[in-house]
């Protein structure tokens, strides 16, 4: 009988499940704790790839369960789980050939994860904290197509350009990160319960606050609803 891994899932036999190429053509499992940006994440992966089967899963235990179950074109993975390292988890389910294509989508950039996403067996690195969620919904279509994409604040290889449309609309030059908190100070939140709510310090909202404001070129929360009514983007 199989023993259970680290997180306390059993292993599966390779010869009971169905390969990548056997699975759906275009199944996207995100492996991520933080419940936000889990969705979020969903919803720009669906914008990569409207048809796409999309499965989110916040940890390890359920992400190999699921995975091993049936395995997914493509995998979204986070570096923070509450069972085990996402590092540790990428490594069983690439020796295990549960997910074809790999990438990493995190904030972290303390050196330990530097030199840890360097020799990760992935093909995408994606840093939140420095791109935008229009170059994200890029690297998961160039990711999921076959290339790689690598952040250069975090990988070996430049970040490829996303196309961008509509240079005029500022709220684009907004971060993965901005746009969330952006999101949710539509909502009327203040800065703690905000914060609460992203699991990041409150001095860190009012700095992304004030980046936000800034980028938008708009001098108040209040002049919001009129920015938005004005770029016609639908942030709700």
Same mark, same amino acid.
Request: charged share 25%; aromatic share 4%; hydrophobic share 40%.
């Given at each position: 009988m199989p023993s259970p891994d680290s997180t306390g899932a059993s292993p599966a036999?390779?010869?009971d499940r169905p390969s990548p190429s056997a699975a759906s053509a275009r199944r996207i499992v995100i492996v991520k704790w933080d419940m936000l940006t889990a969705d979020v994440l969903g919803r720009?992966?669906?914008?990569?790839?409207?048809?796409?089967?999309?499965?989110?899963?916040?940890?390890?235990a359920d992400a190999l369960d699921t995975l091993?179950?049936?395995?997914?074109a493509l995998g979204i993975f986070g570096l923070t789980l509450p069972d085990i390292d996402g590092l540790d988890l990428l490594a069983l389910v690439a020796d295990e050939?549960?997910?074809?294509?790999?990438?990493?989508?995190t904030g972290r950039r303390d050196e330990y994860s530097r030199q840890a996403l360097r020799v990760?067996?992935?093909? @995408?690195?994606?840093?939140t904290s420095v791109e935008d969620s229009? %170059?994200? =919904?890029? &690297?998961? #279509?160039?990711?999921?197509?076959? @290339?790689?994409?690598?952040?250069?604040?975090?990988?070996?290889? %430049?970040? =490829?350009? &996303?196309? #961008?449309?509509?240079?005029?609309?500022?709220?684009?030059?907004?971060?993965?990160i901005e746009q969330q908190v952006f999101t949710i100070m539509l909502e009327g939140l203040e800065d703690e319960p905000l914060a609460k709510r992203l699991g990041m310090t409150a001095q860190a909202v009012c700095s992304h606050r004030a980046?936000?404001?800034?980028k938008l070129h708009v001098q108040s929360i209040e002049q919001l609803p009129a920015f938005i009514r004005r770029t016609n983007k639908p942030w709700k």
């Amino acid at each position: 009988m199989p023993s259970p891994d680290s997180t306390g899932a059993s292993p599966a036999r390779s010869q009971d499940r169905p390969s990548p190429s056997a699975a759906s053509a275009r199944r996207i499992v995100i492996v991520k704790w933080d419940m936000l940006t889990a969705d979020v994440l969903g919803r720009l992966a669906r914008e990569a790839y409207p048809s796409a089967d999309v499965t989110i899963c916040r940890t390890g235990a359920d992400a190999l369960d699921t995975l091993r179950r049936r395995p997914a074109a493509l995998g979204i993975f986070g570096l923070t789980l509450p069972d085990i390292d996402g590092l540790d988890l990428l490594a069983l389910v690439a020796d295990e050939h549960l997910a074809a294509r790999r990438m990493i989508v995190t904030g972290r950039r303390d050196e330990y994860s530097r030199q840890a996403l360097r020799v990760a067996r992935v093909q @995408g690195v994606f840093d939140t904290s420095v791109e935008d969620s229009e %170059s994200l =919904v890029a &690297a998961i #279509r160039r990711v999921g197509e076959g @290339g790689d994409y690598f952040s250069a604040t975090l990988g070996s290889a %430049s970040p =490829v350009p &996303a196309s #961008r449309p509509d240079k005029d609309r500022k709220v684009e030059t907004l971060t993965f990160i901005e746009q969330q908190v952006f999101t949710i100070m539509l909502e009327g939140l203040e800065d703690e319960p905000l914060a609460k709510r992203l699991g990041m310090t409150a001095q860190a909202v009012c700095s992304h606050r004030a980046s936000i404001l800034k980028k938008l070129h708009v001098q108040s929360i209040e002049q919001l609803p009129a920015f938005i009514r004005r770029t016609n983007k639908p942030w709700k």
